[in-house]
């Protein structure tokens, strides 16, 4: 059979066509994430669920660990601006100072979608969307289980988190205001275990020394600090959950198997495992949709009625 010039053209023509947009189907979405560092289980939990799901998807995901220092994750997020990502995802370790970095990213067109921790802006056009939990409620939760649950009296030693993050600061902030209702019931000290689990002991421990049997309530900003809290009571002789209770958030498997085997006495949980929700969004926000400007997780909360049947179906 025999092509006349024209023909041959239309199929060369349609070959062009279909390399064209097989190329553009083809193309991956090239994400970056600043992640804060690696320092706690539910931390590691989160940046799993964003590796995972990225691969499932055939993102090409740029990920960033800032080992705990904000600069590195400013640093970050120049390098994803110069690499012309899709979008950026931004876990903030603390609340201030991303306004200058946020605005490079804006002018450079790149959408920024803020992530697990919330940040302080004059600004909030410097962002796309948040998508976390709501820290605020997680302290009312732990605040309200334990003002029932010791008859509204007690001594309370309190584990902070990172200093000027949003968890540690929300967190605090809604506990102290959750306990204002129950008068004999007291923050006695309180200092920063920075979410670590060493943190969490260390902290304990000079506590103990200082205030030896004056303490019946340890609040922990997060689970990794409050089992560091449980080997440092245990060291004194103590039995925690029952000497001294304790009341932690989270929800991380560790934490609700100490509270079934009655070490912790509640966990308020934070779910970490938003991998999906987030490249969701991302793809809504990059096929011109509106997305919320703020998408709260629901957190769930554990005790002594509940850990123990859980515990099969945590995923973290
Ligand atoms: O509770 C803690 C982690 O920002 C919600 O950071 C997160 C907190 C979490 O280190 O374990």
């Given at each position: 059979m025999k092509y006349s010039p024209v023909f041959k053209c239309f199929v060369a023509g349609v070959a062009i066509c279909a390399a064209v947009l097989s190329s553009a189907a083809d193309k991956k979405l090239k994400i970056g994430f600043a992640q804060t560092g690696a320092e706690s289980a539910w931390r590691t939990a989160n940046s799993d669920s964003m590796k995972a799901e990225a691969e499932k998807r055939g993102i090409d995901l740029k990920f960033s660990d800032g080992q705990g220092k904000q600069e590195n994750q400013i640093r970050a997020v120049r390098s994803f601006i110069t690499q012309r990502v899709d979008a950026i995802v931004l876990a903030p370790?603390?609340?201030?100072?991303?306004d200058n970095v946020l605005r490079e990213a804006k002018r450079a067109k790149i959408p920024v979608i803020i992530t697990d921790r919330t940040i302080q802006t004059?600004?909030?056009?410097?962002?796309v969307c948040f998508i976390g939990s709501d820290f605020f409620e997680e302290g009312r939760m732990a605040a309200d289980w334990l003002g029932k649950a010791t008859g509204g009296k007690g001594r309370i030693v309190e584990l902070q988190?990172?200093?000027?993050?949003a968890p540690a600061n929300d967190r605090r902030k809604a506990f102290a205001e959750g306990i204002a209702?129950?008068?004999?019931?007291?923050?006695i000290d309180s200092q920063s275990g920075d979410f670590r689990r060493a943190g969490g002991k260390e902290v304990m421990e000079a506590f103990l020394k200082k205030h030896g049997k004056n303490i019946d309530i340890v609040y922990a900003h997060n689970d990794d600090m409050a089992l560091g809290a449980i080997q440092a009571i245990e060291a004194a002789g103590l039995k925690p959950g029952t000497d001294i209770k304790i009341v932690s958030i989270d929800a991380i498997k560790e934490g609700v198997q100490a509270v079934a085997d009655g070490k912790i006495n509640c966990v308020v949980e934070c779910n970490p495992l938003f991998g999906p929700k987030v490249y969701d969004t991302i793809e809504a926000i990059l096929a011109g949709k509106e997305v919320p400007k703020k998408a709260f997780n629901k957190d769930e909360l554990f005790d002594k009625t509940n850990a123990a049947a859980a515990l099969p179906k945590r995923q973290y």
């Open positions: 370790l603390v609340e201030t100072g991303w004059t600004d909030e056009s410097l962002f988190g990172t200093p000027g993050s209702k129950f008068p004999e019931l007291k923050i």
